[in-house]
Each structure stands twice: as C-alpha cells, then as structure tokens.
C-alpha cells in the first residue's frame, strides 16, 4: 500500500518537476537573449503571462533584453499589456524609461494603458530625457501632468537630470511649471538640485518659481 502511495506521489510532482525545469530553461534563454529556444518553450506549454521572481513578464522581459522577435510573438498571442512588476512598472513602463520606441509605439498601438496611478510612461520617458517618447505619449492621450504617488510630474523629472529638449517639449505641450508635490518642491527645486540653471530660468519664464516660496506667502 504505502509503495503504491509513494509511486502515486511521484507521478503527481513529475509535471511540477518538469514545470520547473521548463522555467529555468526560460529564465537561461532570456539570459542568453535567444528568443528562438524563449518561443519554443512556451510552444511547450509554458504560460505566456508566466512571471519571473521581480514579477516581470515575459512581455516585460523581451522589452528588458530587446528582444523584438519574442516581443513579437508574445503580442501576436495577446499576452497581457498592463500586468505591472514588484515595482509597478508595466512593459511600456519600461519601454519608455530605455528609449525603446518601436516598442513604446506597438504597446500604445496594442491598448496598452499610457494613465495609471504610480509612475506613469511619460514619468519614464521624462526621467531619461526620451524627448520623441514623451511627445508621442503625450500626442496619444498621457496626462501631462500626471503625478507620481508624491506629486511629482514628467517635468520634475526632465528638469532634475538636465535634459532640457524634454522640458521645452513639455513646456510647449503646456506641461504646468507650478505644480507642487508633497514635499513642497516643484520643477524649479528640481532643475536647482540638479544644477541646471539653464532649464531653472526656462520654468521660470514660464511661470514657475520655488515651491517653498510659495508654501511660505500661503501660510501667511
């Protein structure tokens, strides 16, 4: 009896021992930056909204590594567009934040979502000073002032790492150089932080000023 119930036991776990193994070839594969053995593994049975230990799915991974042949394939067997990852990042997330446009466009183009509570796509686009990225987003409907969970906009981040071509393109999309986040900064703080006086003036001329100033004539 008991050698019957060990031989049932085995033949319960084989297809989770196999699933395993399955997982780690495809975690090799993504290492490696082969898509051929990725899709011939999910051709196996692998689910293709399958997560890795970051909660990045495939579809994030293949934008991770450049991968357009997975990246492909996945959307063509409609894996999931806005599954986020441990940090909220979802694949257009990520796309943004490296600059990679072909993916950025097929994403949007798919429906994935371009507004979302946390650090929206343009947020990313705008922090690495991905100007043609931030001008699509924003000509396909992203918030332009859209906050990050402390109040910080797309401008906040463009103005903080110096990449004025970004800020210009925000500003001319009508980007709001006054907005204060939660710690009483605004955009102006930022480009000072940074040291770039050449994008402080900018918001400045634009109507922008320090959002401590302006906390101190509220309170008054």
Do not use: C
Request: charged share 25%; glycine share 8%.
């Amino acid at each position: 009896m008991k050698n019957r119930l060990f031989a049932g036991l085995i033949v319960l776990l084989l297809p989770f021992a196999a699933l395993a193994g399955a997982l780690d070839d495809l975690e090799e594969a993504m290492i490696r930056h082969d898509p051929d053995a990725a899709i011939s593994l999910i051709k196996r049975g692998i689910d293709i909204n399958t997560v890795d230990k970051q909660g990045d799915t495939l579809l994030i991974q293949a934008v991770k590594h450049d991968m357009p042949q997975l990246f492909d394939y996945l959307l063509q067997h409609r894996a999931r567009l806005n599954t986020r990852n441990r940090n909220g990042e979802t694949a257009l997330s990520i796309a943004a934040y490296h600059g990679r446009e072909p993916f950025v466009r097929r994403l949007v183009e798919a429906g994935a979502e371009i507004n979302f509570f946390g650090w929206p796509p343009l947020s990313y686009a705008a922090y690495n000073g991905h100007t043609k990225i931030v001008e699509y987003l924003i000509s396909r409907g992203a918030e332009i002032d859209g906050k990050t969970e402390n109040g910080s906009t797309a401008l906040f981040f463009a103005a903080r790492f110096g990449h004025i071509d970004t800020v210009k393109a925000l500003l001319k999309h009508g980007a709001d150089s006054t907005v204060i986040n939660e710690n009483d900064e605004t955009a102006v703080d930022w480009a000072l932080k940074g040291r770039n006086t050449d994008i402080e003036d900018l918001l400045r001329k634009a109507g922008g000023r320090s959002g401590k100033s302006v906390t101190i004539e509220l309170s008054k």
